[in-house]
Nanobody, 117 residues
Framework: QVQLVESGGGLVQTGGSLRLSCAASGVISSNNRVHWYRQAPGTQRERVASITTGGSTNYADSVKGRFTISRGNAKNTVYLQMNSLKPEDTAVYYC???????????WGQGTQVTVSS
């Protein structure tokens, strides 16, 4: 059974940084596609960053240049480094993992990020 656990959220001031972690268990392959999504109250969940099996990354325009998605040395760990945080980055951040053959996807429980002005 695949389980994702996000951590690293918290309260930070505008301009601060946080690093979110997504640790996956129950996944056989390390060739996974991983996305980070976020959802603020009253809004739709939006994808903010993605990393492919080959290591290519993609970002939403709203976070480009400030957020970095990367894979950790530990198998099936993915990070989201968030710098220059803004109040509009406040949301619950979710990790989403797709193992091969990229049909099923799995979600973590989310971690709250709050940026104070």
């Amino acid at each position: 059974q695949v389980q994702l656990v996000e951590s690293g959220g918290g309260l930070v001031q505008t301009g601060g940084s946080l690093r979110l972690s997504c640790a996956a268990s129950g996944v056989i392959s390390s060739n996974n596609r991983v996305h980070w999504y976020r959802q603020a109250p009253g809004t739709q969940r939006e994808r903010v960053a993605s990393i492919t099996t080959g290591g290519s990354t993609n970002y939403a325009d709203s976070v480009k240049g400030r957020f970095t998605i990367s894979r950790g040395n530990a198998k099936n760990t993915v990070y989201l480094q968030m710098n220059s945080l803004k109040p509009e980055d406040t949301a619950v951040y979710y990790c989403n993992l797709l193992p091969p053959p990229f049909v099923m996807s799995y979600w973590g429980q989310g971690t709250q990020v709050t940026v104070s002005s």
